[in-house]
C-alpha cells in the first residue's frame, strides 16, 4: 500500500472516530446532567421513559451540532484537503466523454421545465462542451393535457435550439416503479451509450460549467460511482420560501462541508443534481421490491438512498461535492406545500427502518437510513417527550412536600435541581442555536460574501427573525410529520400527489382545512396546562404561540409582496438573489419573454387533450411520439370503441383524465378521432372551421 | 368526473349525416385543407377531388365524411412517403406530416403540384431534417435486480433453507 493511499484509509477513519467520539460524549454528558436530576429516589417508569426520548434526541441533535461544527472550521480554514474537489488532477483539455442529462418529470408546469433545461442548455453551450451531453426528457405523466404540451415543448426546444439528436422526451407507457423504474428504463434502452448521467429533477437547475466540472472529475477519479452536489434553494419569492432560501443557504453550506468532513466517499445520494456512473449503478441499482405490502413494503419509494448504499455495498465510492456551486433547486413556496413534500417524502424515508439492518450494507449506509428516519421519527419523538415532560410535571405538582421525617425536628428542605435543568436546557439550546450564529462568524471573514447576504446588520438580523419563525413553525411541522407517521405505522398508504411548485398564496380556507387541528390542540394543551401545571405553561408557551398563530403565520408566510418586500429591506438576501448566476438569469428571461418558436404555443387553448385530435400538426407529432406496442386485444378495442362513443356524445367533460390518456395512447383511434372531429366538428366548441 | 356538467340533451359532436352532398363533401375537405396550410383554392379544389377519387376504398368502413378526411390524409402521406422514401408505418408518416406542419416549410404546398425537381428535393431535404427523432436508438442493456436480504432474528437458522427460494424474486426476508 503507497503512503498516499495509507492517508487516504486513515484519515477517513480518524474523522469519523473524531466525529462519533464527540457524539458520544455529548449525548452521554446531556443524558448525564438529567439522570443526575432523576435519580434520587430512584426512577420512575415515566423518568425513565424521558430519559430514553432524550438520549435519542439529543444523539439526534449532536450529529447535527458536530456536523456544522466540522463544517464550520472547514469553511473558516478555507478547504479540506481530502475533499474531491482538492483531490483533482483534472485537465481542461481533455476530452469530455458521452453524458446524458436526464430530467424526469410527473405532472410538472411544462413552461417551467422547459424554461429550465433551455437555461442549462444555453449555459453549457457557453462552455464549448455541449456537444458531449445529451438532454433526455423522461416523461412519467399521466395527465393528457400536459403530456401533451410537454410534447410540443420539447418539440418547441428541438426547433430552438437546433437540438435534433441531442435533446430527446419520451413518455412511458406505464410508471411502473415511479422515479427508480424511470431511471431504469432509460438505463435499460440507452444507458450503455453514456458513461455518465447527471440527475435533475423538474425543478434543478445547474450551471453548465458545474455539469462540466462534475464530469472531469468523475474521469479524474474511476473509483466514484456518484457525485452529488449540494442543490442551493433559489427562485422563489414568498416569504415562508425566502426564509427557508436563506437559511438553506446561510446554513446549508456549513452543513453539508461538515457532511463531507466525516463522510468522505461514504456520502449518500439526494435524488437529483448528482452525477452517476452509468454501468456500475445499472450494475449494482437494480432496485428489489420489499416484501409485504405498502407502506413498509412494495415499491422502494426514497430509492436514492438505497441506490447509494448499493454502490457503496459493491465498493464504489460516493461524494459529496460539497464545494461545488451552480447547483440550484427550487423549495415549496407555502407551509403547506411544504407539508405536503413532507408527506410524499416521509413514507419512503420510514421504509429504510427495514434496510438500516438488512445484510451486507456498509456502516455509514445504514446511519444514512437511520437519519432519513430520524427526519421524521423525531418529530413523534419529540411530541411524545413534550408530552412525558408535561405528566411528570403534573406528577409532581401533586405530591406534597415532607419537609419533617419521624421524630427528626430538624426540616430536610427539598433539594432544588433548578441549576441541572437550567443546564440542560441551555445545553440543548446552544446545539440547536450555535450553529446559526456560527453560520454569521462566517459572514466575518469573507467580505464578498457578507455583502451577498446583505451586509452584516442584515444578515443578522434575518438569522434573528429566521430563528423565530423557526421557533414558531416547528411545533407545527412537528404535529404534520406525526399525522403523516402515524398515518404511515397505521399502514394508511401515503399517495404520490404532484407538486403545486409554483408561488401561490395560501387562501384561509385552506390555511383553517390545515392548521385548524392545530389551533386547537394549541387552545387545548394551553388551558390544560395553565390550569394544573401552571409552572409548565411558561416553559410550553414557543410551542403553545406556534400552534396558536399556526394559521396567521401560514397565511401571511405566503405572501409574495411579503417576501418582497423583505428582499427590499435586504432581509433574507442570498447571494444568488444578490448577483444571480446567469444559468438563474436565463430561466428568468425564458419565463419572462417566453416566445415560442411553434405557432402552436403561442396561444394556450383550453385543453391540449382536444387539440391533439383537432389540430393536424399537434395530432401528428402526438402520433409519431407514441411508444411502438402491440395492436391492442379485441376486449381492448371495444374499450376504446365505447370511450369513442362516450366522447361523441359527452364532449371531453364526460371522460376522466385516464380514459382521455387511454384514447390518445392508441394511434389507430387518434388518427380516427382526428377525422371524426373534423368530419363532424362538436356542435357548441366552435374550435374548428 | 362530474356528470352534472355532462349535457345530455345533445350530443358533443354534430350528427351523422347518413348521404352528405358533393358540396357539403368538399365544404369539409375545404376546410380541413386550409388547416393543414393550404390557402389557393385552386389547389384545395385539385387536393379535394383528388381526395374524392380514393372514397370508394374508405366509403365501406365509416362514415362518408370521415372517409373523405381519412382519404385526404392518405393523400398526403403517399406525397410524403414517395418524396421521403418512407416505409408506410403510421408513426412514421405521422412524424413526416409533423414535419410538414410545423412551419419550416411556409411554402409547401406548392411543391405539391410541381414535379419532382430541385426544388422538390430541397423540400424533401428540409424534412428530412425536420423529421422529429424523439428518442436514439435503443442500445439494450440489463439492470439485473438486486438482491437484499432484510433482517431478522430467525435469520442464523433461516438462511440456508431460503436462498434457494428467494433466489428468483432478488428480495430476501429471512
Same mark, same amino acid.
Given at each position: 500500500?503507497?503512503?498516499?493511499?495509507?492517508?487516504?484509509?486513515?484519515?477517513?477513519?480518524?474523522?469519523?472516530?473524531?466525529?462519533?467520539?464527540?457524539?458520544?460524549?455529548?449525548?452521554?454528558?446531556?443524558?448525564?446532567?438529567?439522570?443526575?436530576?432523576?435519580?434520587?429516589?430512584?426512577?420512575?417508569?415515566?423518568?425513565?421513559?424521558?430519559?430514553?426520548?432524550?438520549?435519542?434526541?439529543?444523539?439526534?441533535?449532536?450529529?447535527?451540532?458536530?456536523?456544522?461544527?466540522?463544517?464550520?472550521?472547514? #469553511?473558516?480554514?478555507?478547504?479540506?484537503?481530502?475533499?474531491?474537489?482538492?483531490?483533482?488532477?483534472?485537465?481542461?483539455?481533455?476530452?469530455? /466523454?458521452?453524458?446524458?442529462?436526464l430530467?424526469p418529470i410527473y405532472n410538472e408546469?411544462?413552461?417551467?421545465?422547459?424554461?429550465? +433545461?433551455?437555461?442549462?442548455?444555453?449555459?453549457?453551450?457557453?462552455?464549448?462542451?455541449?456537444?458531449?451531453?445529451?438532454?433526455?426528457?423522461l416523461s412519467d405523466t399521466r395527465d393528457?393535457?400536459?403530456?401533451?404540451?410537454? $410534447?410540443?415543448?420539447?418539440?418547441?426546444?428541438?426547433?430552438?435550439?437546433?437540438?435534433?439528436?441531442?435533446?430527446?422526451?419520451r413518455n412511458r407507457p406505464e410508471n411502473t416503479e415511479r422515479k427508480s423504474g424511470n431511471l431504469e428504463d432509460f438505463c435499460v434502452r440507452?444507458g450503455?451509450?453514456?458513461?455518465?448521467m447527471?440527475v435533475?429533477d423538474a425543478?434543478?437547475?445547474?450551471?453548465?460549467?458545474?455539469?462540466?466540472?462534475?464530469?472531469?472529475?468523475? !474521469?479524474?477519479?474511476?473509483?466514484?460511482?456518484?457525485?452529488?452536489?449540494? /442543490?442551493?434553494?433559489?427562485?422563489?419569492?414568498?416569504?415562508?420560501?425566502?426564509?427557508?432560501?436563506?437559511?438553506?443557504?446561510?446554513?446549508?453550506?456549513?452543513?453539508?462541508?461538515?457532511?463531507?468532513?466525516?463522510?468522505?466517499?461514504?456520502?449518500n445520494y439526494w435524488g437529483h443534481?448528482a452525477?452517476i456512473?452509468?454501468?456500475?449503478f445499472m450494475d449494482h441499482c437494480g432496485l428489489p421490491r420489499l416484501p409485504g405490502r405498502e407502506p413498509f413494503g412494495g415499491s422502494i419509494l426514497s430509492h436514492d438512498f438505497v441506490e447509494a448504499a448499493l454502490l457503496?455495498r459493491?465498493?464504489?465510492?460516493?461524494?459529496?461535492?460539497?464545494?461545488?456551486?451552480?447547483?440550484? !433547486?427550487?423549495?415549496?413556496?407555502?407551509? &403547506?406545500?411544504?407539508?405536503k413534500r413532507d408527506r410524499r417524502w416521509c413514507q419512503g424515508n420510514l421504509q429504510h427502518l427495514r434496510l438500516a439492518l438488512a445484510h451486507g450494507f456498509?456502516?455509514?449506509s445504514?446511519?444514512h437510513f437511520?437519519?432519513g428516519v430520524?427526519s421524521y421519527l423525531?418529530?413523534?419523538?419529540?411530541?411524545?417527550?413534550?408530552?412525558?415532560?408535561?405528566?411528570?410535571?403534573?406528577?409532581?405538582?401533586?405530591?406534597?412536600?415532607?419537609?419533617?421525617?419521624?421524630?427528626?425536628?430538624?426540616?430536610?428542605?427539598? %433539594?432544588?435541581?433548578?441549576? $441541572?435543568?437550567?443546564?440542560?436546557?441551555?445545553?440543548? #439550546?446552544?446545539?440547536?442555536?450555535?450553529?446559526?450564529?456560527?453560520?454569521?462568524?462566517?459572514?466575518?471573514?469573507?467580505?464578498?460574501?457578507?455583502?451577498?447576504?446583505?451586509?452584516?446588520?442584515?444578515?443578522?438580523?434575518?438569522?434573528?427573525?429566521?430563528?423565530?419563525?423557526?421557533?414558531?413553525?416547528?411545533?407545527?411541522?412537528?404535529?404534520?410529520?406525526?399525522?403523516f407517521v402515524?398515518a404511515i405505522l397505521l399502514r394508511r398508504a401515503v399517495g404520490w400527489p404532484p407538486q403545486?411548485?409554483?408561488?401561490?398564496?395560501?387562501?384561509?380556507?385552506?390555511?383553517?382545512?390545515?392548521?385548524?387541528?392545530?389551533?386547537?390542540?394549541? &387552545?387545548?394543551?394551553?388551558?390544560?396546562?395553565?390550569?394544573?401545571?401552571?409552572?409548565?405553561?411558561?416553559?410550553?408557551?414557543?410551542?403553545?404561540?406556534?400552534?396558536?398563530?399556526?394559521?396567521?403565520?401560514?397565511? +401571511?408566510?405566503?405572501?409574495?409582496?411579503?417576501?418582497?418586500?423583505?428582499?427590499?429591506?435586504?432581509?433574507?438576501?442570498?447571494?444568488?438573489?444578490?448577483?444571480?448566476?446567469?444559468?438563474?438569469?436565463?430561466? $428568468?428571461?425564458?419565463?419572462?419573454?417566453?416566445?415560442?418558436?411553434?405557432?402552436?404555443?403561442?396561444?394556450?387553448?383550453?385543453?391540449?387533450?382536444?387539440?391533439?385530435?383537432?389540430?393536424?400538426? %399537434?395530432?401528428?407529432?402526438?402520433?409519431?411520439?407514441? /411508444? !411502438?406496442? $402491440?395492436?391492442?386485444?379485441?376486449?381492448?378495442?371495444?374499450?376504446?370503441?365505447?370511450? &369513442?362513443?362516450?366522447?361523441?356524445?359527452?364532449?371531453?367533460?364526460?371522460?376522466?383524465?385516464t380514459?382521455?390518456?387511454?384514447?390518445?395512447?392508441?394511434?389507430?383511434?387518434?388518427?380516427?378521432?382526428?377525422?371524426?372531429?373534423?368530419?363532424?366538428? /362538436?356542435?357548441?366548441?366552435?374550435?374548428?372551421? | 368526473?362530474?356528470?352534472?356538467?355532462?349535457?345530455?340533451?345533445?350530443?358533443?359532436?354534430?350528427?351523422?349525416?347518413?348521404?352528405?352532398?358533393?358540396?357539403?363533401?368538399?365544404?369539409?375537405?375545404?376546410?380541413?385543407?386550409?388547416?393543414?396550410? %393550404?390557402?389557393?383554392?385552386?389547389? &384545395?379544389?385539385?387536393?379535394?377531388?383528388?381526395?374524392?377519387?380514393?372514397?370508394?376504398?374508405?366509403?365501406?368502413?365509416?362514415?362518408?365524411?370521415?372517409?373523405?378526411?381519412?382519404?385526404?390524409?392518405?393523400?398526403?402521406?403517399?406525397?410524403?412517403?414517395?418524396?421521403?422514401?418512407?416505409?408506410?408505418?403510421?408513426?412514421? +408518416?405521422?412524424?413526416?406530416?409533423?414535419?410538414?406542419?410545423?412551419?419550416?416549410?411556409?411554402?409547401?404546398?406548392?411543391?405539391?403540384?410541381?414535379?419532382?425537381?430541385?426544388?422538390?428535393?430541397?423540400?424533401?431535404?428540409?424534412?428530412?431534417?425536420?423529421?422529429?427523432?424523439? %428518442?436514439?436508438?435503443?442500445?439494450?442493456?440489463a439492470m439485473p435486480t438486486q438482491r437484499i436480504e432484510l433482517f431478522?432474528?430467525?435469520?442464523?437458522?433461516?438462511?440456508?433453507?431460503?436462498?434457494?427460494?428467494s433466489s428468483s424474486s432478488g428480495m430476501s426476508h429471512s
Amino acid at each position: 500500500m503507497t503512503e498516499a493511499m495509507r492517508a487516504l484509509t486513515k484519515g477517513p477513519m480518524l474523522r469519523r472516530l473524531i466525529f462519533f467520539l464527540l457524539v458520544s460524549l455529548t449525548t452521554l454528558l446531556a443524558l448525564g446532567l438529567l439522570v443526575s436530576v432523576f435519580q434520587t429516589g430512584g426512577f420512575s417508569p415515566m423518568e425513565l421513559l424521558l430519559l430514553l426520548l432524550y438520549t435519542i434526541l439529543m444523539a439526534w441533535i449532536s450529529i447535527s451540532f458536530w456536523t456544522a461544527l466540522m463544517g464550520f472550521f472547514t #469553511l473558516l480554514f478555507g478547504r479540506d484537503r481530502w475533499a474531491i474537489s482538492q483531490r483533482s488532477a483534472s485537465s481542461d483539455s481533455a476530452a469530455l /466523454p458521452r453524458t446524458a442529462i436526464l430530467m424526469p418529470i410527473y405532472n410538472e408546469d411544462s413552461e417551467r421545465v422547459f424554461a429550465g +433545461l433551455h437555461a442549462i442548455h444555453q449555459s453549457l453551450a457557453e462552455t464549448g462542451q455541449l456537444e458531449n451531453f445529451d438532454f433526455f426528457i423522461l416523461s412519467d405523466t399521466r395527465d393528457p393535457d400536459v403530456w401533451v404540451e410537454e $410534447e410540443l415543448r420539447w418539440q418547441d426546444m428541438v426547433q430552438a435550439l437546433d437540438g435534433k439528436g441531442r435533446i430527446f422526451y419520451r413518455n412511458r407507457p406505464e410508471n411502473t416503479e415511479r422515479k427508480s423504474g424511470n431511471l431504469e428504463d432509460f438505463c435499460v434502452r440507452w444507458g450503455s451509450q453514456y458513461r455518465y448521467m447527471i440527475v435533475l429533477d423538474a425543478d434543478s437547475i445547474m450551471q453548465g460549467s458545474t455539469l462540466v466540472e462534475m464530469t472531469r472529475l468523475m !474521469e479524474c477519479h474511476p473509483q466514484v460511482a456518484l457525485l452529488q452536489t449540494p /442543490p442551493v434553494p433559489v427562485n422563489r419569492e414568498s416569504l415562508f420560501a425566502r426564509i427557508l432560501q436563506f437559511a438553506g443557504s446561510i446554513y446549508g453550506r456549513m452543513f453539508t462541508a461538515g457532511l463531507n468532513y466525516w463522510q468522505l466517499g461514504e456520502s449518500n445520494y439526494w435524488g437529483h443534481n448528482a452525477i452517476i456512473r452509468v454501468q456500475p449503478f445499472m450494475d449494482h441499482c437494480g432496485l428489489p421490491r420489499l416484501p409485504g405490502r405498502e407502506p413498509f413494503g412494495g415499491s422502494i419509494l426514497s430509492h436514492d438512498f438505497v441506490e447509494a448504499a448499493l454502490l457503496r455495498r459493491a465498493g464504489w465510492e460516493v461524494w459529496l461535492a460539497y464545494d461545488l456551486i451552480g447547483s440550484y !433547486e427550487e423549495i415549496p413556496p407555502t407551509l &403547506i406545500d411544504y407539508a405536503k413534500r413532507d408527506r410524499r417524502w416521509c413514507q419512503g424515508n420510514l421504509q429504510h427502518l427495514r434496510l438500516a439492518l438488512a445484510h451486507g450494507f456498509n456502516g455509514l449506509s445504514r446511519l444514512h437510513f437511520l437519519m432519513g428516519v430520524m427526519s421524521y421519527l423525531a418529530s413523534p419523538l419529540w411530541l411524545l417527550f413534550l408530552i412525558a415532560t408535561g405528566v411528570e410535571a403534573f406528577i409532581q405538582t401533586r405530591q406534597e412536600t415532607i419537609y419533617f421525617f419521624g421524630e427528626n425536628w430538624i426540616p430536610v428542605w427539598p %433539594v432544588s435541581f433548578a441549576v $441541572e435543568m437550567t443546564t440542560v436546557l441551555l445545553v440543548t #439550546l446552544t446545539m440547536l442555536f450555535l450553529p446559526k450564529l456560527l453560520a454569521l462568524l462566517l459572514l466575518l471573514k469573507d467580505s464578498r460574501l457578507r455583502r451577498d447576504y446583505g451586509g452584516m446588520f442584515a444578515a443578522t438580523l434575518s438569522v434573528i427573525l429566521e430563528t423565530v419563525f423557526s421557533v414558531l413553525t416547528a411545533p407545527v411541522l412537528m404535529l404534520f410529520q406525526t399525522k403523516f407517521v402515524v398515518a404511515i405505522l397505521l399502514r394508511r398508504a401515503v399517495g404520490w400527489p404532484p407538486q403545486q411548485r409554483g408561488d401561490h398564496m395560501t387562501s384561509f380556507k385552506e390555511a383553517a382545512l390545515a392548521h385548524g387541528g392545530h389551533t386547537l390542540t394549541g &387552545i387545548v394543551v394551553g388551558v390544560l396546562s395553565y390550569y394544573y401545571v401552571p409552572t409548565f405553561f411558561w416553559w410550553f408557551t414557543p410551542v403553545l404561540l406556534g400552534l396558536l398563530l399556526s394559521i396567521p403565520v401560514s397565511m +401571511l408566510s405566503s405572501s409574495i409582496a411579503l417576501g418582497r418586500k423583505a428582499k427590499e429591506l435586504g432581509l433574507f438576501l442570498t447571494p444568488e438573489e444578490t448577483e444571480p448566476p446567469p444559468v438563474l438569469c436565463y430561466l $428568468e428571461e425564458h419565463l419572462q419573454e417566453n416566445e415560442p418558436v411553434l405557432p402552436v404555443l403561442w396561444d394556450k387553448p383550453t385543453s391540449r387533450f382536444l387539440q391533439a385530435l383537432t389540430d393536424p400538426y %399537434v395530432n401528428a407529432l402526438h402520433l409519431s411520439l407514441l /411508444p !411502438e406496442t $402491440e395492436s391492442p386485444g379485441k376486449r381492448r378495442r371495444h374499450y376504446l370503441e365505447g370511450l &369513442i362513443h362516450q366522447l361523441e356524445e359527452e364532449g371531453p367533460g364526460g371522460l376522466s383524465a385516464t380514459q382521455k390518456r387511454d384514447l390518445i395512447s392508441d394511434p389507430d383511434t387518434l388518427l380516427r378521432l382526428h377525422a371524426l372531429f373534423w368530419s363532424r366538428p /362538436p356542435i357548441n366548441a366552435g374550435m374548428l372551421p | 368526473m362530474d356528470r352534472a356538467q355532462v349535457n345530455t340533451g345533445e350530443h358533443y359532436l354534430a350528427p351523422l349525416t347518413p348521404a352528405p352532398s358533393h358540396d357539403a363533401l368538399l365544404g369539409r375537405l375545404g376546410a380541413y385543407w386550409r388547416a393543414l396550410g %393550404v390557402s389557393d383554392p385552386k389547389q &384545395i379544389a385539385a387536393l379535394s377531388e383528388q381526395a374524392l377519387r380514393r372514397l370508394p376504398d374508405h366509403a365501406e368502413s365509416t362514415d362518408l365524411l370521415t372517409a373523405a378526411l381519412l382519404a385526404a390524409r392518405e393523400l398526403l402521406d403517399d406525397w410524403l412517403a414517395r418524396t421521403l422514401d418512407l416505409p408506410r408505418q403510421p408513426r412514421v +408518416l405521422a412524424a413526416a406530416r409533423a414535419a410538414l406542419l410545423n412551419g419550416t416549410i411556409p411554402n409547401w404546398p406548392a411543391v405539391l403540384f410541381t414535379p419532382p425537381d430541385d426544388a422538390a428535393r430541397d423540400v424533401a431535404d428540409d424534412l428530412r431534417v425536420a423529421l422529429a427523432e424523439a %428518442v436514439p436508438a435503443s442500445v439494450p442493456g440489463a439492470m439485473p435486480t438486486q438482491r437484499i436480504e432484510l433482517f431478522s432474528l430467525l435469520h442464523p437458522l433461516h438462511r440456508g433453507s431460503r436462498q434457494d427460494a428467494s433466489s428468483s424474486s432478488g428480495m430476501s426476508h429471512s
